[in-house]
């Protein structure tokens, strides 16, 4: 079993394969990339248990955020980005597999079973994404003023698609203000619960280096700042003012809005809508754009059918994100391997 120290995560080069690394090594090793994948609160909240030319891969509730996503929507999402990432490695180092989802209705934490074909065809249209998934980082900073270019819009669109989302580009001012107003709704309701000051701040927590948020970034110190003084205390109002005026500029400033949503709004779709994250994601770093997550106004319910009425959206959202062109900030720690794969 590999043991790699936190740090290195983020260095893993597919040099370090050996030539004739047999299918369980380079599985072994795809998982790598697998665990580059973001997740809410950078909680990494997946186990991979590899059997020979077999993968399955779990969700670990353990490590759920019960307040923010009571239902483990955002888990399964997350666990479907990392699932896609292990799809991507897979494709480079040339084998082709078959997914199961679900494979075990009885225990609903095994998301998905991926066997090798030794015979397959790999998917060569997830290859050219690979060099994207150590570069990619959520960047909660201003963007670039500078459009993000329709073509790639488009490919946006095509990456949503190709797994099973639907993608809903927003680049006009009026519904960003629109939007900007619901996310500073949603900002008033989330930190009016302490239990939701207290799940957050226990997650950027300082002491925390391999899982977590980091506090580098002066917009993770202003949420730390808010959530920490208030763990533990009474519910008393207190003035988001600051914040909500920083989160405005952000919105408004950015160049693109880009809401995923699903037909559905169940695991099967939370995991599509994971898989198809980390595909707009990675083709988007690829072109050295960038994101971060506006998820406010869907993890507060009431204002998750107001977001799909503003937004004109078929589907239910699952995710809404700012896309623009900003500096490469530092990456957030990841656990070591052996503690993700066994
Ligand atoms: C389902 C999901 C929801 C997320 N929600 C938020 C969010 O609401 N706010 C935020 O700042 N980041 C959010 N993130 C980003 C994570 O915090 C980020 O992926 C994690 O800290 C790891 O950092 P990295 O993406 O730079 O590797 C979310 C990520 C996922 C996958």
């Known amino acids: 079993m590999n043991v790699l120290p936190q740090n290195t995560a983020w260095s893993v080069d597919e040099h370090q394969l050996a030539p004739n690394a047999g299918i369980e090594e380079k599985l072994r090793f795809a ?11 950078n909680t990494q909240p997946w186990h991979f248990i590899v059997d020979g030319d077999c993968v399955t891969l779990c969700a670990d509730r ?15 999402i997350s666990c479907g980005a990392a699932l896609f990432n292990l799809r991507v490695a897979l494709s480079r180092f040339g084998l082709a597999y078959a997914i199961t989802l679900f494979p075990s209705p009885a225990d609903v934490d095994v998301l998905a079973h991926l066997r090798i074909l030794r015979d397959g065809r790999c998917d ?15 960047t909660r900073e201003t963007f670039a003023d500078e ?16 797994e099973g989302a639907d993608i809903v580009c927003a680049g006009n001012a009026a519904i960003r203000e629109h939007l900007a107003t619901l996310i500073a709704e949603a900002d008033q309701a989330q930190f009016k619960d302490p239990r939701f000051r207290r799940e957050l ?15 580098l970034s002066p917009g993770m110190r202003a949420l730390l ?5 208030l763990v533990g205390s009474v519910i008393r109002t207190f003035d988001l003012g600051g914040m909500a005026a920083a989160h405005h500029t952000l919105v ?10 699903t037909g559905a709004d169940d695991a099967a779709a939370w995991l599509a809508a994971g898989q198809a994250l980390e595909r707009v994601l990675l083709t988007a770093a690829d072109e050295g754009i960038t994101a971060s997550y506006l998820n406010q106004p869907i993890e507060v319910a ?10 004109n959206l078929d589907g239910v959202p699952q995710l809404l994100l700012r896309i623009g062109r900003g500096r490469q900030t530092p990456h957030s720690p990841r656990r070591p391997l052996a503690e993700a794969v066994s």
């Open 31 to 41: 998982l790598r990339y697998a665990v580059l994948a973001p997740s809410n609160h």
């Open 147 to 162: 459009p993000v270019p329709v073509e790639l819009q488009l490919r946006f669109e095509e990456a949503g698609a190709a």
């Open 201 to 215: 701040a226990s997650w950027i927590h300082p002491k925390r280096s391999r899982d977590g948020m980091p506090a």
């Open 252 to 261: 408004t400033g950015s160049p693109l809005l880009l809401c995923i949503a």
């Open 124 to 138: 060569a249209s997830l290859t050219p994404l690979f060099d994207a998934m150590p570069r990619r980082v959520t």
């Open 62 to 76: 353990m490590r759920a955020l019960p307040v923010v996503d009571p239902f483990d929507r955002e888990l399964i």
């Open 302 to 311: 009431p204002l998750r059918d107001t977001l799909r009425a503003a937004l």
């Open 225 to 229: 700042d808010l959530a920490v003084p």
